[in-house]
């Protein structure tokens, strides 16, 4: 069968012609704009998004009012806490946020029960990226826990940087993304910029010393 977006996600690609036909007619690409809220505490999962373009942050707010990064939904993923929501037939609690325009094919509940009932490749497929993520999601709670918070914020930084080596995003971001206060990001800034790594701007910080912050990512064992 001629190539579809089934191709573009590892794993999918060894569908039978019979079950490709019933996904892709149970299905359909939807478009969602940057900054929008693909789902949020208390919705139901309706609809299983696999990302085609963009990139979808998905986080969690603490009883304190304390946002919390957990992870984010790149182009050929699918959201792990949708799948677990769909399973078991709850409802959300975390937030899924847009942070660039989205396409993704959005398969209703309808055809995803009927597939991991049906078909062992789609069964495969769901659970292989549910047991990779929850995998991710330990080792969130393992850096949180136990890892100093410079090597974590050299560690983002290096991740987050553009091409240009300049990160878009504000400390009370980064705080979110590492799970802290923005006094402990801003403070952590200063020292990597008293030590040349990073240049500050509203909303931007750029690495200028990046061979200092890799050192430092290597020294914790952590690699780069």
Request: with cysteine.
């Amino acid at each position: 069968m001629e190539g579809t977006w089934i191709d573009k996600f590892k794993g999918l690609s060894r569908l039978p012609d019979d079950i490709r036909a019933d996904l892709e007619a149970g299905s359909q690409i939807v478009s969602v704009p940057a900054g929008t809220k693909v789902f949020g505490p208390g919705q139901s999962a309706d609809n299983l998004l696999l990302l085609l373009d963009g990139t979808v942050r998905v986080q969690q707010k603490s009883e304190t009012g304390r946002e919390v990064f957990l992870y984010r939904v790149h182009a050929g993923e699918s959201c792990v806490l949708t799948t677990a929501c769909m399973l078991a037939f709850e409802e959300y609690s975390a937030d899924g946020i847009a942070e660039t325009d989205v396409r993704a094919v959005a398969i209703p509940r309808t055809t995803f029960d009927r597939l991991v009932a049906n078909s062992p490749v789609f069964r495969e497929f769901v659970f292989t990226a549910y047991s990779k993520r929850i995998t991710d999601l330990f080792t969130l709670i393992d850096d949180i826990v136990f890892q100093r918070m410079d090597v974590r914020l050299a560690s983002r930084l290096l991740e987050l940087a553009d091409e240009n080596g300049v990160v878009h995003a504000t400390h009370a971001v980064l705080a979110t993304e590492l799970g802290t206060a923005r006094e402990v990001i801003s403070r952590t800034l200063s020292e990597f910029n008293r030590r040349g790594w990073v240049e500050q701007s509203r909303g931007e910080v750029r690495l200028t010393g990046r061979a200092g912050i890799e050192r430092l990512v290597r020294s914790s064992g952590t690699g780069v």
